[in-house]
């Protein structure tokens, strides 16, 4: 039986090793696009004569719409690591997993406070500019 599961195991190394690699490329394609786009918002921004104080409220709004997809990256980076921790589960890879996920995760936990906040600004703006 357990002959049964490392010859299963080892035929599907090489399709989990693609799809680690198909993560790693969504991941790194999502952050570009997110780039891409709050670059374009950028701008757009700077292009309109607004006054400073305005134009700084919706960089913040376009730096945290950014965060939003270094966030996305950096889950789909996480899936990818444990799923590789699993199928070569040495020491190291399990050491380096919880480095990374670590390291990730307070730069997911700070981007998310950035976003929140951005977004409260946002709805203050909002509220504002309807009284």
Excluded: C
């Excluded at 599961?5 to 599907?12: E, K, P, R, S, V």
């Amino acid at each position: 039986m357990h002959d049964l599961a490392q010859t299963i195991m080892n035929d599907l190394i090489p399709f989990f090793d693609l799809f680690i690699l198909a993560l790693n490329v969504f991941s790194i394609a999502i952050l570009v696009w997110g780039v891409i786009v709050a670059g374009i918002d950028f701008v757009k921004s700077e292009r309109t004569n607004r006054n400073r104080i305005v134009m700084t409220r919706q960089n913040n709004f376009i730096k945290s719409f950014l965060g939003s997809y270094i966030l996305l990256s950096l889950e789909i980076l996480i899936a990818a690591d444990i799923i590789e921790s699993i199928i070569k589960p040495t020491f190291q890879d399990i050491l380096k997993l919880a480095i990374l996920v670590v390291i990730r995760t307070v730069i997911s936990y700070f981007l998310h406070k950035e976003i929140e906040d951005a977004l409260k600004d946002k709805e203050v703006e909002i509220e504002s500019a309807k009284k």
